[in-house]
């Protein structure tokens, strides 16, 4: 089967380390994105990547590092740095940049700081 | 700066009726919208897209597009409680990623 596959589903994390949640995608998209959501909050942009090896920053990437060194994987870590990391993350791909069939979804990773 | 508007809701509609859910967007360049529907705790899917102005149909579901007034919308006929959900609307401008509304929250009663 075709899809996003985001892991570990739940994630805790002890203030002060870093964490770093998964996203792979057999869609054969060039495109891949993570998004941070907030309760009763829409999407926020965190990195987005357009092809293998580069990478841009979205709206709110303080405290957040990718890496793309695979078609497949688009890594997220979330660092000490990010102060308030308690939220759903949600890793997203397209062909292109998804002007023509939208953007596809993973599960997502609900990450808890205790 | 490219916006995505949307009433949050709730909005709520009984069982069978017709489900009007709007989106504004403030710059005309967009090529193409998109809805996705998002159930509690889990990710958005998406339910339609639409490019060109007027009106596309799948099923219960249809879109809407008027670029000069810069609205789209979406009617779901015949509401079920198993559309309750958020739905968001989302916008495509050039070579950028998807621009997001923060949803609207949709409650169908029985």
């Known amino acids: 089967d075709g899809g996003i596959t985001q892991s570990p589903k739940y994630l805790f994390r002890k203030e002060g380390q870093n964490v770093t949640l998964s996203c792979e995608q057999n869609l054969n998209h060039d495109a891949m994105y993570w998004y941070r959501q907030d309760p009763g909050q829409g999407l926020r942009l965190i990195y987005y990547s357009q092809i293998v090896n580069d990478f841009q920053k979205g709206d709110i990437a303080e405290g957040y590092s990718v890496s793309r060194e695979k078609k497949e994987s688009f890594p997220l870590t979330v660092t000490s740095a990010q102060k308030n990391p308690t939220a759903f993350y949600l890793c997203?791909?397209?062909?292109?940049?998804?002007?023509?069939?939208?953007?596809?979804f993973g599960p997502g990773t609900r990450l808890t700081v205790l | 700066q490219k916006e995505v508007e949307q009433n949050s809701g709730p909005l709520s509609v009984p069982e069978g009726a017709i489900a009007s859910l709007n989106c504004t967007y403030s710059d005309r360049g967009s090529q193409s919208f998109f809805w996705y529907r998002q159930y509690s705790g889990k990710s958005p899917e998406l339910i339609m897209f639409?490019?060109?102005?007027g009106d596309k149909e799948d099923g219960r579901f249809t879109a809407q597009l008027n670029k000069a007034s810069q609205y789209v919308s979406l009617l779901i006929r015949d509401s079920q409680p198993s559309d309750s959900a958020t739905y968001l609307c989302?916008?495509?401008?050039?070579?950028?990623?998807?621009?997001f509304g923060k949803g609207t929250r949709l409650s169908v009663i029985a």
């Open positions: 639409i490019y060109s102005n």
């Open positions: 989302a916008g495509a401008w050039g070579n950028t990623p998807l621009v």
């Open positions: 997203a791909s397209s062909i292109g940049q998804g002007l023509v069939q939208g953007q596809f």
